[in-house]
């Protein structure tokens, strides 16, 4: 009787036993199951992950072509300024000259000279007689020969391809209506030449044709390009004073 009993309690601590064996070895399993192995997670870190593929850069768009309605709302190109440089050196050369002939029936008027190339004898053509008659006299006063001085002097400046090149109004007036005058008094001298004094003088015919020219060129250059940009004369005066005081300021800061 005491072997039997004996028996039965050591059966319940061996399957006890073996049933936490069992949980063991089964735990062992669970916890392999979740962790890889060492070898398996290299394996797994060497192996090339799969890189995006890079998407093909845009092609630019084919430019369309211009039509009629672009070129009309396309801004037209800004107009050349003044005559060509030929012909503002025309002009210079040609007041250059007018103030050589010029100069030279003064200095003849006042020295009562013969003036080269003219004819001695009584004809129609006499330089002598033109220069020296009463018509030779404004006011009988003022010699023409020095107002056609006078009018070169101002007119060789003016008529430089600097002035010309200047966009101001003003100077283009200027060279306008003084070369109107000077046209005008060119003619009331020929029809003194051939009406009063009745001889012709062939320096006074250069001079002549030499203002007409110039006349024309201005004449031509203004219904062509213009008298050029207008200009305010209060912003002129005040964008001046504001040049003057930051000079003044700069020199007081140095």
Known sequence: MASSKARSRNRPSSSKGGRSAVGAGSGTKGSSGKRPSAAAAAAVSATPTARPAAKPAPRPAASARPTARDFLEAPEAAPRYGPPLWLQLVSFVLAILGLAVSAYETYAH???????????????????????????????????????LLFYVFAVPIMSPWAWRARSREINLLRLGSLVVGMGFVLYLIYAELDLIRQVCEYCTGV?????????????????WGLGERRDLGAMVSAAIRGLGRRRISADAD
């Open 110 to 148: 006042f020295n009562g000279s013969h003036l080269l190339g003219c004819s001695s004898k009584p004809g129609t053509f006499d330089c002598t007689a033109v220069i020296t008659s009463p018509q030779s006299m404004v006011f009988g006063v003022i010699p023409v020969a020095v107002l056609g």
């Open 208 to 224: 002549h044709i030499i203002t007409f020219l110039l006349f024309c060129i201005t004449v031509f250059s203004a219904a062509i």
